[in-house]
Nanobody, 120 residues
Framework: QVHVVESGGGLMQAGGSLRLSCTSS????????IAWFRQAPQKAREFVAG????????SYVESVKGRFTISRDDAQNTVFLQMDRLKPEDTAVYYC?????????????WGKGTLVTVSS
C-alpha cells in the first residue's frame, strides 16, 4: 500500500505564498498522475489541482487559477503545489492523492494532510 505524506503548510497572511510538497513511502509518484485536494472546516473535500504523468496536462479548480501552480520532480519523487496570493478562503487541510481525472475508481489511502491557515 502506498502512503503519501504532505508537508509545507502553515500560517500565512493574505497575499503571501506557501509551497506544499507531496511524497510517498515508495517511489510511486513518478508513475502516477497526482492531484491536490483540500478540505475546509465543515466542507467536503474538493479537487484543487492535478498533473499527469509527464507534467504536460494540468488542471485547476476555478478559484485557484492564476494563483496556484502544480508541478512535479520525479527525481525527488515529489509533487509540489505553489500557492501565491493566498486568500482567507484558501484555509483548509491540503491532501494529495491519485488524480481522479485519470483514476476514476481508485485512490490511495489518504494521508494526514497539511494545514494551511490564511489570515486576513
Amino acid at each position: 500500500q502506498v502512503h503519501v505524506v504532505e508537508s509545507g503548510g502553515g500560517l500565512m497572511q493574505a497575499g503571501g505564498s506557501l509551497r506544499l510538497s507531496c511524497t510517498s513511502s515508495r517511489r510511486t509518484l513518478m508513475h502516477s498522475a497526482i492531484a491536490w485536494f483540500r478540505q475546509a472546516p465543515q466542507k467536503a473535500r474538493e479537487f484543487v489541482a492535478g498533473i499527469n504523468w509527464h507534467g504536460g496536462n494540468v488542471s485547476y479548480v476555478e478559484s485557484v487559477k492564476g494563483r496556484f501552480t502544480i508541478s512535479r520532480d520525479d527525481a525527488q519523487n515529489t509533487v509540489f503545489l505553489q500557492m501565491d496570493r493566498l486568500k482567507p478562503e484558501d484555509t483548509a487541510v491540503y491532501y494529495c492523492n491519485l488524480d481522479p481525472r485519470f483514476y476514476r475508481t481508485h485512490s490511495w489511502d489518504w494521508g494526514k494532510g497539511t494545514l494551511v491557515t490564511v489570515s486576513s
